[in-house]
């Protein structure tokens, strides 16, 4: 086990390395400093005023190589935007924005808090649902009940992410007057308010998806040896789709789960931005807009840092979920 996951880790530092230097390749080469500065000081601005603001915010050095300083000097190699590209993302000093100024690492620690009271709610209760769902219909394969649940899987897996919200403000929150519409309370006893509507579109939004998987997952293990072993030994129905098909299905169900949970991290784009939770889903979108190169490399990076140790957390699942797994 630990000879297995010091080589993980080694596979996803090197890919953590790798997608640096594709950030570095698509904010700094593709896109020119120059015209970083433009869109954040505006094209009419003094030649002076976009020196100055380089200066400011680190972009006036060199990409790759220092020629100011002779070979033998270390500077020519570290005093590079290169150099202290993979500096600021390996050491997490995010710097400022490129929009506001402000420190990027403020920033994600504020938008921390609401992004994950929407997607952790949001993420068991879309994990319960679609199991207890998809769980249910692969019990009654091929009935009336099956085919019924399919279509409304297919027509919710038709319907854009967009629509959902737009009908959940509609009547939800504008005819039925239930929930707000958007905004957002740190308050305990008030925020389940303002967190109601989204999850329940996120829930509705990714049923389809979900249940068809787990639904697929189930029948294939119902058609094992040991189901029917099961049966043949007085084993109620209850207790074989809970007991033995749900636990046997446990490694391509956490697969599934574990490989989300990083992503709790950096909330949802969508639901954030329409429903106006100031979480970092909301901020990405926000930087995307605002031209803030600074801070959606940082959304980027950190959303690929996420993504790898997920799935190095998700083969450990595995040797947990299944001791017939062994990792080596």
């Known amino acids: 086990m630990a000879a297995y996951l010091v080589r ?3 596979y996803g530092a090197v890919t953590v390395l790798g997608v640096l230097f594709l950030l570095f390749v698509l904010f700094f080469a593709v896109t020119n400093p120059d015209d970083i500065a433009r869109k954040a000081v505006g094209e009419r601005a003094r030649p002076e005023v976009y020196v100055q603001w380089k200066k400011n915010h680190g972009y006036d050095k060199p990409l790759f190589l220092n020629r100011e300083y002779a070979a033998s ?10 150099f202290e590209h993979y500096r600021s993302m390996l050491t997490f000093d995010f710097g400022r924005s490129d929009a506001d100024d402000t420190p990027i690492a403020d920033r994600l620690l504020k938008g921390a808090g609401p992004s994950l009271s929407l997607t952790v709610p949001l993420f068991i209760l879309d994990v319960v649902v679609a199991v207890a769902v998809g769980l249910f219909v692969a019990f009654f394969r091929e009935t009336l009940i ?3 649940v399919l279509v409304l899987c297919i027509f919710t897996m038709s319907v854009a992410t967009l629509l959902y919200i737009i009908a959940g403000q509609y009547l939800i929150g504008m005819l039925l007057k239930w929930f707000p ?16 509507l989204p999850v329940i579109v996120g829930v509705i939004s990714g049923f389809g998806s979900d249940v068809r998987l787990y639904r697929t997952i189930f029948i294939e293990e119902m058609g094992r040896d040991y189901v029917r072993t099961a049966r043949a030994k007085g084993a109620g129905d209850a207790r074989v789709m809970v007991a033995h098909v ?3 299905a446990l490694i391509p ?8 949970i990083p992503f709790l991290f950096t909330g949802s784009l969508l639901l954030e931005s329409f429903f106006g ?21 940082t ?8 993504f790898i140790l997920g799935q190095i957390l998700t083969d450990v699942s595995y040797a947990i979920a299944d001791p017939r797994v062994r990792l080596s």
Do not use: C, H
């Not at 939770?277 to 490399?297: H, K, S, Y």
């Not at 959304?299 to 996420?306: D, I, Q, S």
């Open 253 to 260: 169900i956490i697969t599934n789960v574990v490989i989300a």
């Open 246 to 248: 749900l636990r046997n």
């Open 277 to 297: 939770i100031p979480g970092l889903g909301a901020m990405t979108v926000e930087a995307i807009q605002g031209n803030d190169f600074a801070t959606l490399r």
């Open 8 to 10: 993980r880790i080694s």
């Open 299 to 306: 959304m980027v990076y950190l959303g690929a840092l996420l």
């Open 146 to 148: 099956d085919r019924t």
């Open 73 to 82: 000097n270390a500077k020519r190699y570290t005093d590079t935007l290169l």
């Open 181 to 196: 519409i958007s905004g957002y309370s740190g308050d305990s006893s008030v925020i389940w308010r303002f967190l109601a």
